[in-house]
């Protein structure tokens, strides 16, 4: 065979392999960099979603708990009874417009989740699911109208506005009690949509019967407590008593 054929034909080959080789590295290349973005990406959102949730967390807990605390003290301790239907004006007051506040409060802070979560792309979290699961049971309970009166229910949409409401601020917070009771004296519109809600609250005063919807509520706020707050870092044990 001629010499320069076979050379030729050797460096073919060479070539040919180079180029195998090289396309096949590439490819890899391709595929690692493709695998390192998602995984980049993945962190990205896992990052976010635990900087959302720790940022969230406590502030939904403290007003949960304050709100689960306030049910508790009306069906168990007979709150409305002793403050509002048999206690002086001061306390009237405070009884009606705290148990306002903290419903409210509860209602915002769910509120500034939910403005904040449907931004992030939270996947298939399992966590974020359960979160999601124990704000749908509570909203549930409120605006049910599955019990004997609706004593202290309220629409969904309701629950929204009221959130909004107790947002308003704009500084990601929710409204202080002086500045809510500020607002309730001075701003009609503001009040008028807590006027069902103030009804339901003096109505439950009067009443000698722990209301159904209020042992469910306090049940389900405790679920989720729970859940925020599983090693019972910030409420121990002994705080989180439930309703029968």
Not at 59 to 70: H, K, M, N
Not at 194 to 218: G, I, K, M, N, Y
């Amino acid at each position: 065979m001629n010499t320069e054929l076979v050379v030729a034909s050797l460096s073919g080959v060479v070539a040919l392999s180079s180029i195998l080789v090289s396309a096949r590295f590439s490819r890899k290349q391709t595929v690692l960099a493709a695998q390192l973005e998602q995984q980049g990406a993945a962190q990205s959102k896992l990052a976010e979603h635990q900087d959302l949730m720790s940022q969230r967390r406590d502030p939904l807990l403290w007003a949960a708990f304050d709100f689960q605390s306030r049910l508790f003290n009306i069906v168990d301790r007979d709150f409305l009874n002793v403050y509002y239907t048999h206690g002086h004006d001061r306390d009237r007051d405070y009884a009606l417009r705290s148990t306002l506040h903290v419903a409210g409060e509860y209602l915002g802070q769910v509120e500034l989740l939910r403005r904040r979560i449907q931004f992030l792309d939270l996947g298939n979290r399992e966590s974020s699911r359960t979160v999601v699961r124990h704000l749908t049971a509570i909203s549930n309970v409120l605006n049910s109208d599955g019990y004997d009166d609706p004593h202290f229910r309220i629409f969904r949409s309701d629950q929204r506005a009221l959130g909004e409401l107790l947002t308003s601020g704009g500084d990601d917070q929710c409204l202080g009690y002086a500045e809510f009771c500020r607002r309730l004296d001075t701003d009609p519109d503001f009040a008028s949509w807590f006027e069902p809600l103030s009804d339901s609250v003096r109505r439950l005063a009067s009443r000698t019967e722990p209301h159904p919807r209020l042992v469910a509520l306090q049940i389900a706020l405790m679920n989720l407590i729970d859940f925020l707050d599983p090693d019972a870092d910030r409420f121990p044990d002994h705080r989180r008593s439930r309703l029968a």
